[in-house]
């Protein structure tokens, strides 16, 4: 198996350390000048530890690519905006459809094009599908140079691709698209 390089051992242990932080609050700590010494040494002991490990697989572009100001802020606009509204649209639409017996369920397997040209990117677009109630990104298959997903959806209304990715991925792709050209 190929070995990380330095650079993106580098690039997963700093990521892997923010994360850190925010999940035992000690960036709010940080900021207010009150941080813990061991929870900050022992972040930064996991985080390189972890990074030793895992840059190898999860690294096979440029390192520090989401360390752009732009592809960075449009990653937390996506997550913080665009995912959030179309994870509480499908959220809606679920619960209508659960709460009255009278909405349609029509549930199948559709097969989606996709136009992403980064691993990274179809992976971030199969999860963001995924974790929307109402769709399950099953595989992920190549067939003569174009990508498809196949998608089981909870009401199936349209069998053409084209027209049933329209209404799954919605503006996803797009997004998705502008962070991993």
Partial sequence: MKKASFPSVLSTAIVCYIFWLIITGQLVNLIAGEPSAQVLISGAVVSIGTALFAAKFFIH???FYLFNPAKFFTM???CLVIFM???WKANWDVAKR???PKLP???GIVKVPVNLKSE???SMLANSITLTPGTITMDI???KGQDYYYIHWIDVASQDGAEAGDA?????EKWVGRIWK
Avoid: D, H, Q
């Fill in 85 to 87: 509204g179309e994870l």
């Fill in 61 to 63: 572009e440029s390192p």
């Fill in 105 to 107: 369920v029509n549930p």
């Fill in 120 to 122: 990274y990117g179809e």
């Fill in 76 to 78: 937390v606009f996506y």
């Fill in 168 to 172: 799954i991925k919605g503006t996803l």
């Fill in 98 to 100: 659960a709460l009255s």
């Fill in 141 to 143: 298959v190549e067939e």
